[in-house]
T-cell receptor
Framework: NAGVTQTPKFQVLKTGQSMTLQCAQD?????MYWYRQDPGMGLRLIYY???????DKGEVPNGYNVSRLNKREFSLRLESAAPSQTSVYFC????????????FGPGTRLTVT | DQQVKQNSPSLSVQEGRISILNCDYT??????FLWYKKYPAEGPTFLIS?????DKNEDGRFTVFLNKSAKHLSLHIVPSQPGDSAVYFC?????????????FGQGTILTVHP
C-alpha cells in the first residue's frame, strides 16, 4: 500500500515548455487535489476532483489544467511554463465527502527558468 | 485575502516544555479545522482535527483548542520532543459543497531543542 505517489520528484523546465505531473493513489479514495506550496504562502489549492469524472478550479488555477484519468489517477498539466510556477506541488486524496483528512504525496519540486 | 493565518513564522522551544502554535481565521463558514505536520522533502501528514461543535480535542501529547467567538485555534504539544521539529500548518474547511476543500495557513516552523 503506497498511499499517494507523485512523479517526477524533481523537474527543471525552460519558460514556455510544457509538462504533466502525475499522481496516483491506491486507497480507493474518491476525491483528489492538487496544491502548490510557496514560501510564506502555505498550501494553495490549484484544482480538485470531488469524484471520478469531475474536476473544479481551486484558488489558483490559472496556467494549469487537470485530468482525472480514472479513480486512481489525477494529473496536472502546465501547458506553457512560467517562472511564477516555480514551486513544490503536492497531490492529495481523501476517502469520502464527509472526510476532511487528506493524505498527501511526497511532492514534486519544479523549477522554471 | 488570507482566510487562515498563522502569524508566527517560527517557534523555538526546549525539549520537555510546552509548544503552543496559533492560528486565526476570518471565514465564519469554516466548521472543521485540522493541523498538519510537515518534514522537509515530505508531504504534509495529518496530526489532529476538531469540529466546530467542540472546543477541545486531545490525542496523546497533542491538544487542539477552538475559540469560535475569537475565530482562533491553537495546538498544544506537551511535552515537546526534538522529533516534533517540523513545519505545522493549520487548515480549515467550510463543509457543504466545499467538502474536502481545505484552506491552509502559511505554516509555523517549530524547533525543539534538546
Amino acid at each position: 500500500n503506497a498511499g499517494v505517489t507523485q512523479t517526477p520528484k524533481f523537474q527543471v523546465l525552460k519558460t514556455g515548455q510544457s509538462m504533466t505531473l502525475q499522481c496516483a493513489q491506491d486507497m480507493n479514495h474518491n476525491s483528489m487535489y492538487w496544491y502548490r506550496q510557496d514560501p510564506g504562502m502555505g498550501l494553495r489549492l490549484i484544482y480538485y476532483s470531488a469524484s471520478e469524472g469531475t474536476t473544479d478550479k481551486g484558488e489558483v488555477p490559472n496556467g494549469y489544467n487537470v485530468s482525472r484519468l480514472n479513480k486512481r489517477e489525477f494529473s496536472l498539466r502546465l501547458e506553457s511554463a512560467a517562472p511564477s510556477q516555480t514551486s513544490v506541488y503536492f497531490c492529495a486524496s481523501t476517502g469520502t465527502q464527509s472526510s476532511y483528512e487528506q493524505y498527501f504525496g511526497p511532492g514534486t519540486r519544479l523549477t522554471v527558468t | 485575502d488570507q482566510q487562515v493565518k498563522q502569524n508566527s513564522p517560527s517557534l523555538s522551544v526546549q525539549e520537555g516544555r510546552i509548544s503552543i502554535l496559533n492560528c486565526d481565521y476570518t471565514n465564519s463558514m469554516f466548521d472543521y479545522f485540522l493541523w498538519y505536520k510537515k518534514y522537509p522533502a515530505e508531504g504534509p501528514t495529518f496530526l489532529i482535527s476538531i469540529s466546530s461543535i467542540k472546543d477541545k480535542n486531545e490525542d496523546g501529547r497533542f491538544t487542539v483548542f477552538l475559540n469560535k467567538s475569537a475565530k482562533h485555534l491553537s495546538l498544544h504539544i506537551v511535552p515537546s520532543q526534538p522529533g516534533d521539529s517540523a513545519v505545522y500548518f493549520c487548515a480549515a474547511s467550510a463543509g457543504g459543497t466545499s467538502y474536502g476543500k481545505l484552506t491552509f495557513g502559511q505554516g509555523t516552523i517549530l524547533t525543539v531543542h534538546p
